[in-house]
């Protein structure tokens, strides 16, 4: 019998979920979903928490339906390690060379505006296209591929 899952969430561990949750809806173009009912806004429900609860949580949708949900939720202890699973966002697809460089650098530049951090570069092979490595605003490694 094949799998039943039907979709798939990415979960961050995270010290703010909203600015890590922020940050990748621009990397991304995705979008926080509506406040819950009742509330004018994001705000205005955060501020009927116990202080505790504020920014334990924060999720994001691809507007379009196609991408997963991300949710970003916080955690006691700091990032120590390399991450075991990182994202490739993919902005150099069918591009080679120069032009694919290019596309990374373009994009790259747009992100660190943003707070993510440029790692290095990992050049073209006889396997695979360069890709640049970064880490978001908290530290979790990425890639431009």
Avoid at 4 to 21: H, K, L, M, Y
Wanted: hydrophobic share 40%; with cysteine.
């Amino acid at each position: 019998m094949g799998a039943s899952v039907r979709q798939v969430q990415v979960t961050f561990d995270c010290a703010s979920p909203e600015r890590v949750g922020r940050f990748w809806c621009e990397v991304l173009g995705y979008v926080a979903p509506p406040p819950p009912e009742g509330f004018a806004n994001w705000d205005d429900f955060t501020r009927t928490l116990p202080p505790e609860q504020r920014d334990s949580w924060f999720a994001c949708t691809d507007p379009s339906g196609v991408g997963p949900r991300l949710y970003f939720q916080r955690v006691p202890e700091g990032k120590v390690v390399k991450n075991r699973l990182h994202l490739d966002v993919r902005v150099g697809t069918g591009l080679v060379g120069e032009e694919r460089l290019a596309a990374l650098e373009a994009e790259c530049a747009r992100l660190i505006s943003l707070g993510a951090v440029r790692v290095r570069l990992l050049p073209a092979d006889e396997d695979n296209e360069s890709c640049l490595v970064m880490q978001d605003v908290e530290g979790n490694e990425f890639c431009l591929a």
